[in-house]
């Protein structure tokens, strides 16, 4: 899996109980896979489509690093699926998993497309 972005945990992110906050964190997963996958698809028009089940395995607290990471386990004719980790930067705990991200490729006219794709590309250029 590779983790491509990091965020730190401050204290407009803590929830009542001065820990990060799961709806931030599920905001910082959806954003990062989004942009994950615009770049592979090379559209900016793609929506979520479906989150399975989120598996919160540990809160981090105020100041911890956390890391998202990706990897893309199913291209649809008009979908890339991802599966997600959240783990510790510094511990290499993990916080948090999902073991299906699906989003959509759009058309101009905002149905679903056929985006042409069948693997990944980690080119320099993406």
């Not at 990471?69 to 930067?89: A, D, I, W, Y």
């Not at 705990?93 to 980690?122: A, C, M, W």
């Amino acid at each position: 899996m590779k983790f491509h972005t990091r965020k730190w945990v401050k204290p407009e992110d803590l929830n009542p109980n001065n820990t990060l906050f799961g709806g931030r964190l599920l905001q910082w997963i959806d954003e990062e896979a989004a942009l994950y996958t615009m770049i592979q698809l090379e559209n900016r028009h793609i929506v979520t489509k479906f989150i399975s089940e989120i598996n919160f395995i540990v809160a981090p607290k105020q100041g911890d690093i956390v890391e998202i990471g990706l990897v893309p386990t199913h291209f649809g004719r008009t979908s890339l699926t991802l599966q997600c980790e959240v783990r510790n930067k510094i511990t290499k705990e993990p916080i948090l998993t999902i073991e299906r991200l699906v989003f959509v490729n759009l058309n101009d006219e905002g149905l679903p497309s056929p985006h042409g794709k069948t693997e990944i590309s980690y080119g320099s250029e993406k």
